[in-house]
């Protein structure tokens, strides 16, 4: 079983609906990024949080640490919005350790006008 | 203000071929990273660095070597390419995880293939 688990792998919409994207964890975070990666394209970041809730635009993210459990919502949904959207645990740094990112493995999402 | 970028976007490599992969950052950041993205895999570290002069190995450093001469540019040394390193590459930077938790920054990548 991966440490950081996504769902789902892949997920079409229509324009105009709500999207929401989940992301599971196993391991003690200090924080989760959630990340966009257009085809062909770098990684984004999007949002870093440990807690509550955080919005940019049409998009909310928010994390409950007791549950590890994180989700992406966007509202309104548009094709500029297809993409992998991408989830990653950062455990902080302890000692000599740098600090480690793991990432799921990611969602294809597809709009269509 | 340019971020994070990778040079070359794209390489195509011959089985027992070297390249060298280049990675520069303008932000001053203390961390750099090499990763590899498989399809249905996730991202994968490869080697990371957490300061000029120190490298470390990640989850699948075999067939890959760093390099941190300047703060600014890490470098991914492929001696001799096998198609198993066919793969996009990012690398990113990020400030000293000793701040608390900080953003990553992701380069554009670098597909790979290996003939």
């Known amino acids: 079983k991966n440490e950081v688990e996504q769902s789902p792998q892949n997920l079409t919409a229509q324009e105009g609906e709500f999207i929401t994207i989940n992301c599971s964890y196993s391991v003690g975070i200090s924080a989760l990024h959630w990340l966009q990666q257009h085809p062909g394209g770098g990684i984004v970041s999007l949002f870093m949080?440990?807690?509550g809730k955080k919005k940019h635009g049409r998009l909310i993210a928010t994390i409950n640490i007791q549950e590890k459990h994180s989700s992406l919502h966007i509202t309104a949904s548009h094709p500029r919005d297809s993409a992998v959207y991408i989830c990653a645990a950062f455990r902080g740094a302890g000692g000599t350790s740098y600090g480690k990112l793991t990432f799921g493995q990611g969602t294809i999402l597809t709009v269509h006008p | 203000n340019a971020g994070v970028t990778q040079t070359p976007k794209f390489r195509v490599l011959k089985t027992g071929q070297s390249m060298t992969l280049l990675c520069a950052q303008d932000m001053n950041h203390e961390y750099m990273y090499w990763y590899r993205q498989d399809p249905g895999m996730g991202l994968r570290l490869i080697h990371y660095s957490v300061g000029e002069g120190t490298t470390a190995k990640g989850e699948v450093p075999d067939g890959y070597n760093v390099s941190r001469l300047k703060k600014q540019n890490f470098l991914l040394g492929l001696e001799s390419a096998a198609p198993s390193q066919t793969s996009v590459y990012f690398c990113?930077?990020?400030?000293?995880?000793?701040?608390?938790?900080?953003?990553?920054?992701f380069g554009q990548g670098t597909r790979l293939t290996v003939v």
């Open positions: 949080l440990s807690s």
């Open positions: 990113a930077s990020s400030y000293s995880w000793d701040r608390g938790w900080t953003e990553a920054f």
